[in-house]
Nanobody, 117 residues
Framework: QVQLVESGGGLVQTGGSLRLSCAAS????????MAWYRQVPGEQREMVAVIATNYYTNYVDSVKGRFTISRDNAKRTVYLQMNSLKPEDTANYYCNAVEGSRPLFSWGQGTQVTVSS
């Protein structure tokens, strides 16, 4: 069973930055693409960034140029550097291993990001 533990969220002003971390247990980390998602209450969870095992990255249009996903396989950790934050980035952020766009494991608790205007 893979466990995912997100951290690094918080309250920040518009234009600020945060760095999220996601630690994954298990030995499968290096063999899977990893993604960050976000969810606002009452809305569907949205994938915002993905990083493949070859370090190829892709982002949803709304965060391109502001967010950067990275991974450290030795630490079994994936990161999301978020710059130039906007109030519409406010959400609970989750990570998961993915196959295509399909999340593979149970969700962690997530980490709340709140951007004040």
């Amino acid at each position: 069973q893979v466990q995912l533990v997100e951290s690094g969220g918080g309250l920040v002003q518009t234009g600020g930055s945060l760095r999220l971390s996601c630690a994954a247990s298990g030995t499968i980390f290096g063999t899977r693409a990893m993604a960050w998602y976000r969810q606002v209450p009452g809305e569907q969870r949205e994938m915002v960034a993905v990083i493949a095992t070859n370090y190829y990255t892709n982002y949803v249009d709304s965060v391109k140029g502001r967010f950067t996903i990275s991974r450290d396989n030795a630490k079994r950790t994936v990161y999301l550097q978020m710059n130039s934050l906007k109030p519409e980035d406010t959400a609970n952020y989750y990570c998961n291993a993915v196959e295509g766009s399909r999340p593979l494991f149970s969700w962690g608790q997530g980490t709340q990001v709140t951007v004040s205007s």
